[in-house]
């Protein structure tokens, strides 16, 4: 058995299944996702040429992590600023009343000017929210209201991001 | 001035018609008014960093004006802001502008 072939085994997809909520994965899929993670405009042949498998069996394995979730979408990182959209962004913290705080964050979730909603526990329950706005007034005018009205906001802490020194996604390594 | 038409201006205001004290651009202190009389006793409890912050964007006087709909009072407000005080003095003649316009308000229902 040749080397695509080795690693073109169905038996293994059966490993993929739920255990924990965590998807089971073999080294081929591992590669896989580093490979489209660092450029996923590459087709199906060319991971498979860099992964010494056939084209298909990248097409199946793809297939497959797309339906169980892994692959969540496939998207493209534009530079807003090329296309003169100066956008200003803040990270949002709302401290909450805990019996209100789901049904704040799922409100910010909402939100078209919320990008991302996560929830914390240090001394209070805290919701930390990246936010977008086109300046500050439009902002603090979204904040004002529409945030600090919704039941259980106790109160806000907003820090407008001024300087971005990195941002990356989580890049996985080779298992 | 009519009585309905200060009861009007003296209703209790809904969640999203309450005005929110924020200290600068998207922080909120947690204080809030929902009415004109709660306004008036928060004036007097709110950092005056926050007074300044309103003032002086013009938020108290749109919140009159737009909301409690008293042109008197947000006229007044104006009065303060062009006498550019800073604060405990900010303070206290929000307070004077206020509570002398919740006076009349009250004694005219």
């Known amino acids: 058995m040749n080397k695509p072939e080795r690693l073109f085994n169905i038996s293994r997809f059966k490993k993929m299944k739920l255990k924990n909520q965590a998807v089971s994965l073999d080294a081929l899929d591992w590669q896989i996702l580093q490979a489209i993670q660092e450029n996923s405009k590459q087709t199906y042949s060319e991971v498979g040429r860099q992964l010494g498998v056939a084209h298909s069996t990248v097409y199946d394995r793809i297939r497959k992590l797309e339906k169980n979730g892994v692959i969540k979408k496939w998207t493209v990182d534009i530079d807003l600023e090329k296309l003169g959209l100066n956008y200003m962004t803040a990270r949002m913290t709302v401290y909450t009343d805990p019996k209100e705080s789901e049904n704040v964050a799922k409100k910010l979730s909402e939100a078209k000017e919320v990008l991302e909603v996560s929830m914390s526990l240090s001394e209070e329950l805290l919701i930390i929210a990246k936010v977008l706005a086109r300046d500050q007034d439009s902002l603090h005018s979204f904040i004002a209201k529409k945030v600090a009205p919704l039941q259980g906001v106790l109160r806000i802490r907003t820090s407008i991001i001024t300087k971005k020194i990195k941002e990356e996604r989580f890049l996985i390594e080779k298992k | ?109």
């Open chain 2, 1 to 109: 001035m009519t009585p309905s038409s200060s009861a009007r201006i003296l209703r209790a205001l809904s969640r999203n018609n309450a005005f929110y004290f924020f200290t600068s651009v998207g922080n909120y202190t947690g204080q809030r008014a929902m009415s004109l009389e709660e306004f008036a006793h928060k004036i007097r409890e709110v950092e005056a960093a926050s007074l300044e912050f309103h003032l002086y964007r013009g938020d108290f006087e749109k919140w009159a004006d737009e909301v409690l709909e008293d042109r008197e009072l947000s006229e007044r407000i104006s009065a303060v802001k062009l006498l550019e005080p800073v604060g405990n003095a900010l303070r206290d003649q929000l307070d004077f502008a206020v509570s002398k316009r919740l006076e009349e308000l009250k004694s005219a229902q």
